[in-house]
């Protein structure tokens, strides 16, 4: 049976949710972002203990089949968004392709469920991502751009300030200024 589960954003949230498997008796348990399949039906009782145990580290078990589309439909725009020099195929073809669903009806289910565009979701984890490179502090600005799929450092630029209020350049100097860094 699948599970769907939300909020898993790494491999570090998979081996999590392995170690949950595996202590309530599921060893065998396949598992990727937003998802794991266990071979045996479980009880309501095991669905509700392994939902208090996810909500312990912070996931949580999907039981609606649109808040579970949500959920896939975020992990594959937080794909697109990571792959470097972004993605041969639009957004709306990655998503179909991904999904095997069509765009439109993605979109309007995305759209009602979380307020946002699946667009404005997209831009908002390419500019996660570009603050993750700026904070790396190896790359510049070109670098950034290319890798996060922009087509230019102004246009990452603007996206940026309109997003968090700073100009990424800005956004370094905070970093750079950060009392943690200084520890």
Same mark, same amino acid.
């Given at each position: ?144 751009? +290319? ?23 800005? +956004? ?12």
């Amino acid at each position: 049976m699948r599970l769907n589960i939300r909020n898993m954003v790494c491999e570090r949230c998979v081996m999590a949710v392995r170690q949950i498997l595996a202590e309530m008796g599921e060893p065998q348990a396949e598992i990727a972002l937003g998802w794991a399949k266990i071979p045996t039906e479980p009880t309501r009782q095991w669905l509700d203990d392994f939902d208090k145990r996810l909500r312990q580290i912070g996931f949580e078990l999907i039981e609606d089949p649109e808040a579970a589309l949500v959920e896939q439909i975020k992990i594959a725009v937080q794909e697109h968004a990571r792959k470097d020099g972004g993605c041969n195929l639009n957004l709306s073809a990655c998503l179909e392709e991904h999904l095997h669903q069509d765009y439109r009806r993605l979109s309007r289910i995305f759209s009602a469920r979380e307020g946002r565009t699946i667009e404005n979701y997209m831009v908002a984890q390419r500019i996660e991502r570009v603050k993750e490179l700026i904070s790396e502090g190896v790359h510049t600005m070109t670098e950034i751009a +290319y890798r996060t799929g922009f087509s230019s450092v102004a246009h990452m630029s603007r996206l940026f300030k309109q997003s968090t209020g700073m100009t990424p350049t800005q +956004y370094l100097d905070v970093l750079d200024r950060s009392p943690i860094d200084k520890i």
